[in-house]
T-cell receptor
């Protein structure tokens, strides 16, 4: 298995632009997570899905952020409009267990820079 | 709400033992985890402990769990330069902010 795949690996954009981050979880995994990591705030859980259904989005910073999981093999995190304070590394992770338990397998991350 | 806390930095001399501490608030998870993040990479599971255990040893790693105090620790014996990384404690899918381990020569 290729592991969790994220694209792009790096994204540089200008303030106000729309940004879409993509994730392909490990085949057969039931739960998918989006995290954001910054030096100041560490690793923050943004949202997680269980069987493609959003379960907890309380970590999503504001309405500019949205996430979808149209099927078991694909998820997107969209920021519109982007702001410089959104600059961070965004990780996607998946686990074979429902309810978010169990070992999480992380993707390599997308480093987002908003100018 | 649920929370996991750990110190942000730890400096240790090469060859000494490193001890990274973590406290958590929710005690419902069956497992508690330690993840390691090397520079430029995602997190990878390092070790875990079942919630009904007090200790788990795996080569240079020792995990201690005090359920009464909701305290988890990771001890790395004979710390090497390759151990330099960020270590995350996790209770279920709730992660601490990570402890950056710096190795002094």
């Amino acid at each position: 298995d290729a592991g969790v795949i994220q694209s792009p690996r790096h994204e540089v954009t200008e303030m106000g632009q729309e940004v879409t981050l993509r994730c392909k979880p490990i085949s057969g995994h039931n739960s998918l997570f989006w995290y954001r990591q910054t030096m100041m705030r560490g690793l923050e859980l943004l949202i997680y899905f269980n069987n493609n259904v959003p379960i907890d989005d309380s970590g999503m910073p504001e309405d500019r952020f949205s996430a979808k999981m149209p099927n078991a093999s694909f998820s997107t995190l969209k920021i519109q409009p982007s702001e410089p304070r959104d600059s961070a590394v965004y990780f996607c992770a998946s686990t074979a267990f429902s309810g978010g338990a169990g070992e999480q397998f992380f993707g390599p991350g997308t480093r987002l820079t908003v100018l | 709400g649920e929370d996991v806390e750990q110190s942000l930095f730890l400096s240790v001399r090469e060859g000494d033992s490193s001890v990274i501490n973590c406290t958590y608030t929710d005690s419902s998870s069956t497992y508690l985890y330690w993840y390691k993040q090397e520079p430029g990479a995602g997190l990878q599971l390092l070790t875990y402990i079942f919630s009904n255990m007090d200790m788990k040893q795996d080569q240079r790693l020792t995990v201690l769990l005090n359920k009464k105090d909701k305290h988890l620790s990771l001890r790395i014996a004979d710390t090497q330069t390759g151990d330099s990384a960020i270590y995350f404690c996790a209770e279920g899918f709730i992660f601490g902010k990570g402890t950056r381990l710096h190795i002094l020569p």
